[in-house]
């Protein structure tokens, strides 16, 4: 549903000028903000509104009440008559939103949001508890689907061909002499204290008759067709139930194209030839938070929270507001009183004074929140802006709306695992040798693997092992159109991501793709899936020479084989096809590595690190990791492999312990000897000790490596060290801050005092004795931790 502001249709426009359109504007804004109501002399009641206004929906309320119509025509998809009867049963809460879209291309949606504070929500709540009609005469969604872009953003400030779009309310704000178009709606409609709250409605009526003919349709072609539909449909309730028995709510933009006397011929000849599709509708959760954004499906509400709020609040608005900040930021630990919300309150008063508002606004409250509640700080405010102008409200729609199957079945999931679908974003910490957590754990792996974004991997909250999982939930109303996508795949989750991962493994080109997608699989619990899979992994590893994109591949399959113990998922397949991958990096990798540029050099160096990491997660590979020892060696030996690699390959065989640290320093020594190029040695220094594998912390405690380092920098002539200044500054860079600062203050010492080039005897980087004093120092934290007879 668009707002108010960027929905309509006009007349032709009209030869006005510009001084003229501004001074006819200005006192029809003036009208507004004085009108008093007048009653209408007879036919339909046209109600024109401000999509999600509080104030339009109050007046809303007081204008059917008093004029008691028989029917009530709202702006919305005409398919949505047959969905109004679910909006009055209990199990329906707001905000919520129509949802349509294509039965062959469920992507191609479109939502109608409403809140609590929605006109044309408090209408149709209205009539359903009168026992009046409710009709949706906007255009249908298979026309509106049909379109080329359906979800065509409003915020959009020219359209080709159709001049530039305007913003009606902005433009009434902008001669009224206001420069916030939100502050001027607020002191016209919200915040209005008249006895009569339909006044507005003829005034708005008026001065959007003005501003349509001075703009015509205002950038917004598409509305002429609309609202020729909207006209078709309110001369038939007129036809059906009398002039005097129809009520219309839509947008203010509207009004004046309904109000127009046109001829049914000209209407209809507006929507001949529109294209059409098949569409379904249904009602869907909404949020708050969607409400305020602005782009794609949002309605651009700024502070939903708190129109929420002013059509809630039975009386004194402002003092119930800030009960709630208070409210708020006692439960995050902030020292607020009741003194504090009174001031507050008198603050905001003072300020609305001062600023010639009829009452508080949002500006005044937020003013006087932050000068008292907050200490003039905008960390609390944040978090008030958040939590409460904003808000996590997700609505609720009941169990019989209609839903394509795999949406109920993943609703019944959601129930069976009580994993409750959120609009406020959490983390969720799985324990996989639990039950529970192991099938919501497949649950959320399957959704990622249909596209159904609601959980993503908390990326370090799982820890090293395998038996946890951390994942970071939150539910967005746009995943029921990718859970409607995903139906194609089957009618259950379970059956649709085995049938998604089927047609990804048969369509997948490269190697990696197909490992990642096993490894998926495995994730996700889908053992009916594997078989497809392994089979397309066997035929392209088979097929595929390219060392990397062998090594690339690796990782995945050796992560997948740890999951097998803990999930129970056989893995004898996967295990045979890795260490076939292994064996074949192993034979082509020293080839490979041969005569690489500096790129290919360091996309070759992320491959080695990544299959050394997994040949160490491999079961029973001892004979591989032996090897692999061997590869590196060759690696870390031979003069025609580049210097990162090299680098690369003695840090590695260092750490596992196959390299004695005097091969070490001599590999270094070779490295940086005045015969190798300066280039080659920093680049074999940034595979050595690169600030990611801890290089750093290697050269604060091995006295020789470092003197080595610095005997070689030291030495590079002044005509080279500008070349290889990058590099280097690349590798010291990542570095922690106090390993930098500890290797900074051992070079300032020199060989004398400690630093680089000084030995002692002993393990580099340790005294040759043991302190006995220091070691003696822990005694009484290990008393503490252990107990006296631990250690007795």
Same mark, same amino acid.
């Given at each position: 549903?668009?707002?108010?502001?960027?929905?309509?249709?006009?007349?032709?426009?009209?030869?006005?000028?510009?001084?003229?359109?501004?001074?006819?504007?200005? %006192?029809?804004?003036?009208?507004?903000?004085?009108?008093?109501?007048?009653?209408?002399?007879?036919?339909?009641?046209?109600?024109?509104?401000?999509?999600?206004?509080?104030?339009?929906?109050?007046?809303?309320?007081?204008?059917?009440?008093?004029?008691?119509?028989?029917?009530?025509?709202?702006?919305?998809?005409?398919?949505?008559?047959?969905?109004?009867?679910?909006?009055?049963?209990?199990?329906?809460?707001?905000?919520?939103?129509? *949802?349509?879209?294509?039965?062959?291309?469920?992507?191609?949606?479109?939502?109608?949001?409403?809140?609590?504070?929605?006109?044309?929500?408090?209408?149709?709540?209205?009539?359903?508890?009168?026992?009046?009609?409710?009709?949706?005469?906007?255009?249908?969604? !298979?026309?509106?689907?049909?379109? !080329?872009?359906?979800?065509?953003?409003?915020?959009?400030?020219?359209?080709?061909?159709?001049?530039?779009?305007?913003?009606?309310?902005?433009?009434?704000?902008?001669?009224?002499?206001?420069?916030?178009?939100?502050?001027?709606?607020?002191?016209?409609?919200?915040?209005?204290?008249?006895?009569?709250?339909?006044?507005?409605?003829?005034?708005?009526?008026?001065?959007?008759?003005?501003?349509?003919?001075?703009?015509?349709?205002?950038?917004?072609?598409?509305?002429?067709?609309?609202?020729?539909?909207?006209?078709?449909?309110?001369?038939?309730?007129?036809?059906?139930?009398?002039?005097?028995?129809? +009520?219309?709510?839509?947008?203010?933009?509207?009004?004046? !194209?309904?109000?127009?006397?046109?001829?049914?011929?000209?209407?209809?000849?507006?929507?001949?030839?529109?294209?059409?599709?098949?569409?379904?509708?249904?009602?869907?959760?909404?949020?708050?938070?969607?409400?305020?954004?602005?782009?794609?499906?949002?309605?651009?509400?700024?502070?939903?929270?708190?129109?929420?709020?002013?059509?809630? +609040?039975?009386?004194?608005?402002?003092?119930?507001?800030?009960?709630?900040?208070? &409210?708020?930021?006692?439960?995050?630990?902030?020292?607020?009183?009741?003194?504090?919300?009174?001031?507050?309150?008198?603050?905001?008063?003072?300020?609305?004074?001062?600023?010639?508002?009829?009452?508080?606004?949002?500006?005044?409250?937020?003013?006087?929140?932050?000068?008292?509640?907050?200490?003039?700080?905008?960390?609390?405010? /944040?978090?008030?802006?958040? #939590?409460?102008?904003?808000?996590?409200?997700?609505?609720?729609?009941? +169990?019989?709306?209609?839903?394509?199957?795999?949406?109920?079945?993943?609703?019944?999931?959601?129930?069976?695992?009580?994993?409750?679908?959120?609009?406020?974003?959490?983390?969720?910490?799985?324990? *996989?040798?639990?039950?529970?957590?192991?099938?919501?754990?497949?649950?959320?792996?399957?959704?990622?693997?249909?596209?159904?974004?609601? &959980?993503?991997?908390?990326?370090?909250?799982?820890?090293?092992?395998?038996?946890?999982?951390?994942?970071?939930?939150?539910?967005?109303?746009?995943?029921?159109?990718?859970?409607?996508?995903?139906?194609?795949?089957?009618?259950?989750?379970?059956?649709?991501?085995?049938?998604?991962?089927?047609?990804?493994?048969?369509? !997948?080109?490269?190697?990696?793709?197909?490992?990642?997608?096993?490894?998926?699989?495995?994730?996700?619990?889908?053992?009916?899936?594997?078989?497809?899979?392994?089979?397309?992994?066997?035929?392209?590893?088979?097929?595929?020479?390219?060392?990397?994109?062998?090594?690339?591949?690796?990782?995945?399959?050796?992560?997948?084989?740890?999951?097998?113990?803990?999930?129970?998922?056989?893995?004898?397949?996967? %295990?045979?096809?890795?260490?076939?991958?292994?064996? #074949?990096?192993?034979?082509?990798?020293?080839?490979?590595?041969?005569?690489?540029?500096?790129?290919?050099?360091?996309?070759?160096?992320?491959?080695?690190?990544?299959?050394?990491?997994?040949?160490?997660?491999?079961?029973?590979?001892?004979?591989?990791?032996?090897?692999?020892?061997?590869?590196?060696?060759?690696?870390?030996?031979?003069?025609?492999?580049?210097?990162?690699?090299?680098?690369?390959?003695?840090?590695?065989?260092?750490?596992?312990?196959?390299?004695?640290?005097?091969?070490?320093?001599?590999?270094?020594?070779?490295?940086?000897?005045?015969?190798?190029?300066?280039?080659?040695?920093?680049?074999?220094?940034? &595979?050595?000790?690169?600030?990611?594998?801890?290089?750093?912390?290697?050269?604060?405690?091995?006295?020789?490596?470092?003197?080595?380092?610095? /005997?070689?920098?030291?030495?590079?002539?002044?005509?080279?060290?500008?070349?290889?200044?990058?590099?280097?500054?690349?590798?010291?860079?990542?570095?922690?801050?106090?390993?930098?600062?500890?290797?900074?203050?051992?070079?300032?010492?020199?060989?004398?005092?400690? &630093?680089?080039?000084?030995?002692?005897?002993?393990?580099?980087?340790?005294?040759?004795?043991?302190?006995?004093?220091?070691?003696?120092?822990?005694?009484?934290?290990?008393?503490?931790?252990?107990?006296?007879?631990?250690?007795?």
């Amino acid at each position: 549903m668009t707002s108010a502001s960027t929905a309509g249709t006009t007349p032709p426009s009209t030869n006005t000028s510009p001084s003229t359109t501004s001074i006819s504007l200005a %006192a029809t804004a003036s009208r507004a903000v004085a009108a008093s109501g007048r009653g209408r002399a007879g036919g339909p009641l046209v109600l024109g509104v401000r999509h999600h206004g509080p104030g339009s929906a109050r007046g809303v309320r007081a204008a059917l009440e008093a004029a008691d119509p028989a029917v009530v025509l709202v702006e919305g998809p005409a398919e949505a008559d047959a969905l109004v009867e679910l909006a009055g049963d209990p199990g329906m809460r707001p905000p919520v939103a129509l *949802l349509a879209h294509a039965v062959d291309d469920p992507g191609r949606a479109s939502f109608w949001p409403m809140a609590a504070f929605s006109p044309e929500w408090v209408a149709i709540r209205w009539a359903l508890d009168r026992g009046a009609a409710v009709r949706f005469i906007d255009l249908p969604a !298979a026309h509106t689907l049909a379109a !080329a872009d359906p979800t065509w953003d409003d915020g959009e400030e020219e359209v080709s061909g159709s001049g530039p779009r305007i913003d009606p309310v902005a433009e009434l704000a902008r001669v009224a002499g206001y420069e916030d178009a939100e502050r001027w709606w607020e002191d016209v409609v919200e915040l209005r204290g008249d006895d009569d709250p339909t006044a507005p409605f003829e005034a708005l009526a008026e001065a959007m008759g003005a501003l349509r003919e001075a703009y015509g349709h205002g950038g917004h072609p598409r509305d002429l067709v609309r609202e020729a539909h909207m006209r078709i449909r309110l001369r038939a309730a007129r036809k059906e139930f009398g002039d005097d028995a129809v +009520a219309v709510v839509c947008g203010a933009w509207h009004v004046p !194209a309904l109000t127009r006397k046109t001829t049914v011929a000209a209407d209809r000849a507006l929507l001949k030839g529109l294209p059409k599709l098949k569409a379904e509708t249904t009602w869907v959760p909404w949020t708050h938070r969607r409400l305020a954004r602005r782009s794609g499906y949002g309605a651009g509400i700024e502070a939903p929270g708190w129109y929420a709020h002013l059509f809630a +609040a039975p009386d004194r608005p402002v003092e119930r507001w800030m009960t709630k900040v208070a &409210g708020l930021l006692r439960d995050e630990d902030h020292l607020v009183s009741s003194a504090h919300v009174i001031e507050a309150v008198r603050l905001a008063d003072t300020l609305a004074a001062l600023r010639g508002r009829p009452l508080p606004g949002l500006d005044e409250t937020t003013d006087a929140v932050r000068a008292v509640l907050c200490g003039g700080s905008d960390v609390p405010l /944040d978090l008030v802006r958040d #939590r409460l102008v904003v808000g996590d409200v997700l609505g609720e729609v009941p +169990a019989g709306a209609p839903a394509v199957p795999l949406q109920r079945d993943l609703a019944r999931r959601q129930r069976t695992l009580r994993l409750k679908p959120e609009a406020a974003e959490r983390d969720l910490d799985l324990d *996989l040798r639990k039950d529970m957590d192991g099938e919501r754990s497949r649950l959320l792996h399957r959704l990622c693997l249909l596209g159904v974004g609601w &959980g993503e991997p908390a990326t370090g909250r799982s820890g090293t092992g395998t038996f946890r999982e951390g994942w970071r939930l939150r539910w967005e109303p746009e995943l029921h159109v990718q859970v409607a996508e995903a139906g194609v795949w089957g009618t259950t989750v379970e059956a649709a991501a085995t049938a998604r991962a089927g047609s990804r493994a048969v369509a !997948a080109d490269a190697l990696a793709d197909i490992t990642a997608l096993a490894e998926q699989c495995l994730l996700a619990g889908l053992t009916d899936a594997l078989p497809v899979v392994m089979r397309a992994l066997a035929d392209r590893a088979a097929l595929d020479t390219d060392v990397a994109r062998l090594a690339q591949a690796l990782p995945a399959l050796a992560r997948s084989l740890r999951y097998g113990d803990v999930r129970g998922t056989g893995t004898a397949a996967l %295990a045979e096809v890795a260490a076939g991958l292994a064996e #074949r990096i192993c034979v082509g990798l020293p080839p490979a590595c041969t005569g690489l540029d500096a790129d290919a050099a360091g996309a070759m160096r992320e491959r080695i690190d990544e299959v050394h990491q997994a040949l160490g997660l491999l079961p029973g590979a001892d004979g591989l990791t032996d090897r692999w020892a061997g590869v590196l060696r060759r690696l870390a030996d031979r003069d025609r492999i580049p210097g990162i690699l090299r680098g690369r390959a003695a840090r590695l065989l260092l750490d596992e312990g196959r390299l004695a640290a005097d091969e070490a320093a001599l590999l270094m020594s070779r490295a940086l000897s005045p015969g190798t190029s300066p280039a080659d040695a920093a680049s074999w220094i940034d &595979g050595f000790a690169g600030g990611a594998s801890g290089g750093g912390l290697l050269l604060v405690h091995d006295d020789r490596l470092l003197g080595l380092v610095d /005997d070689w920098l030291t030495g590079v002539p002044a005509e080279a060290f500008t070349d290889v200044l990058p590099l280097l500054r690349r590798t010291f860079s990542g570095y922690e801050p106090g390993v930098r600062r500890t290797l900074g203050e051992l070079v300032a010492r020199g060989p004398r005092a400690g &630093g680089p080039g000084h030995t002692t005897p002993g393990v580099p980087g340790f005294a040759p004795t043991t302190d006995r004093d220091r070691a003696d120092a822990v005694l009484p934290l290990l008393h503490l931790v252990l107990g006296t007879e631990a250690l007795v």
